[in-house]
């Protein structure tokens, strides 16, 4: 699993060579200080206690003990609105395929060219909340959004029916919109490998079969009625489930984020000073650096 690999990759990489990529922006920085010598911990490094809300749970991290703070619980709660209103668009958009157009009096056929672009606009967002410890891979992810984002606008202003109509009638259509889907395919990988999720795991199959299945006509009416089904259940399993989780454990360890957006001359100084001040957290470091 990444959430469980990632760290002791990063820790290889932090006292070997101590820079990073940058899955979140969280600062460090004291005010006021820009440029100092590696060479004197007190003056880059923050208190090795720095990340610990008083009188709040504090969890050991790989680089340092961290609290979850009102900005990571805002964080992690907009991130799950932001999947529930992919969810919530899934079945908008679906409706009008699998029960017909006068469902429900016609009004998902009426709101399902706006659904779509609102579920697209929720992934975009939850792509930019997610905490992944490899920021290439999060980056690849929203690059593949944003590709098929585009897409979905061609075929928006370049046809007169919905996007997902159009897809339906149109197959060779998936190639525009794939890579969109291919994205929310990532992000049910990485809840699927991290947190053991069974629906997320079905998800990761479900979607890009449904999909090819479409284009290639290799699935009859059916099945493809079949999968849409399935997929709506599932993604509806996901984003509900997702309430049920701890805070923290959406965000991971913390630390590694934190560690990971310190400079080059933070960097040093944080394990100068955590050798000095917490030998045991530096110990463990070196010994994972060594593994």
């Excluded at 609102?118 to 792509?127: F, R, S």
Aim: glycine content about 8%; some cysteine; hydrophobic content about 45%.
């Amino acid at each position: 699993a990444w959430r469980a690999r990632a760290p002791r990759e990063a820790a290889s990489r932090r006292v070997a060579a101590p820079r990073a990529p940058r899955p979140r922006r969280v600062s460090v920085r004291a005010s006021g200080e820009n440029e100092v010598s590696p060479a004197s911990p007190n003056r880059t490094a923050p208190p090795i206690d720095a990340f610990v809300v008083p009188g709040e749970p504090f969890y050991p991290g790989m680089y340092a003990d961290w609290s979850v703070t009102e900005a990571d619980t805002i964080e992690v709660w907009s991130y799950r609105v932001c999947l529930s209103t992919v969810a919530l668009a899934t079945l908008a958009c679906a409706s009008p395929l699998l029960l017909g157009a006068d469902a429900f009096g016609g009004f998902p056929a009426k709101i399902q060219e706006p659904a779509y672009f609102a579920g697209a606009a929720g992934l975009g967002a939850a792509l930019h909340l997610i905490h992944m410890y490899v920021d290439p891979i999060k980056k690849f992810m929203q690059a593949l959004w944003l590709v098929g984002f585009i897409g979905s606008v061609g075929v928006a202003v370049t046809s007169n029916e919905s996007v997902p109509l159009y897809v339906a009638h149109h197959p060779v259509a998936v190639w525009a919109i794939g890579p969109l889907f291919a994205a929310f395919t990532g992000v049910a990988f990485k809840e699927g490998m991290c947190y053991g999720k069974p629906e997320c795991a079905a998800l990761f199959f479900v979607v890009p079969l449904a999909l090819l299945g479409h284009l290639t006509g290799t699935i009859h009416e059916g099945g493809e009625k079949a999968l849409v089904t399935l997929w709506c259940v599932l993604i509806v399993v996901f984003a509900s489930r997702k309430y049920t989780q701890q805070v923290k454990d959406d965000i991971g360890d913390k630390s590694v984020f934190i560690f990971a957006d310190m400079s080059d001359a933070e960097q040093n100084a944080w394990l100068l000073r955590t050798r000095d001040e917490d030998p045991q957290r530096y110990a463990r470091l070196l010994s994972q650096q060594e593994r």
